[in-house]
């Protein structure tokens, strides 16, 4: 049984998918151990909370240093014995210590299909502003591994959405959610429990 952290800074749709997905099956042999968030607000903690899932938030204004927040953030998260943590909408940098403590055991999900608009700076609707911007006719969204580096990973998988006339940033963010992150997230969470990757 593959033990799941799911790490959020906002409204947490995408952990909703994960749960819903573990509830009806889409994912199997896994298990969502605990909820973390940088923000006391986040709705996800509610959502974890309604699921009686375990929600804990370690916020950075409870630190004189981001040094000493990264440092409680891993000890919380060594805590629970995780096998694989989920950033969903996470909008923390992950420390470097981390990342080598869980070397190809975190995983993101990105609003656009990588290597376009990503990196610094492309974050929420900032992407799809960027992805209307440029006039792109195909967006979507990936599942990478987290590196050192932003949006930087192997990739795990993809799924391309179509960017349709007189989209705004916000209906087409709702339309890459409900037809791309809401799918790819549960499908590459169930492939690594179930030894897929
Ligand atoms: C999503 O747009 C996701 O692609 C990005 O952050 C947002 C999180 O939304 N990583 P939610 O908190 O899962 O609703």
Redesign the pocket.
Known sequence: MLRVGVL??????????ILDAVDNGTITNAKIEVVISNNAG?Y?LERAKNHNVAAECVSPKNYATREEFNEALLDKIDSYNLDLIV?????VKIPESMIAKYRNKIV????SLIPSFCGVGY??LK?HEAALARGVKLTG?TVHFVDEGMDSGPIILQKAVEVLPGDTPEIL?RR??EQA?WILLPQAIDMIANGKI
Do not use: K
């Not at 950033?87 to 909008?91: C, N, S």
């Not at 993101?108 to 609003?111: A, R, S, T």
């Open positions: 959020v800074s906002g409204g947490g749709t995408n952990l909703q998918a986040a996800a950033l969903a909408g996470f909008l993101n999900i990105h609003p974050y929420g992407v969204a963010q890459v959610m992150e």
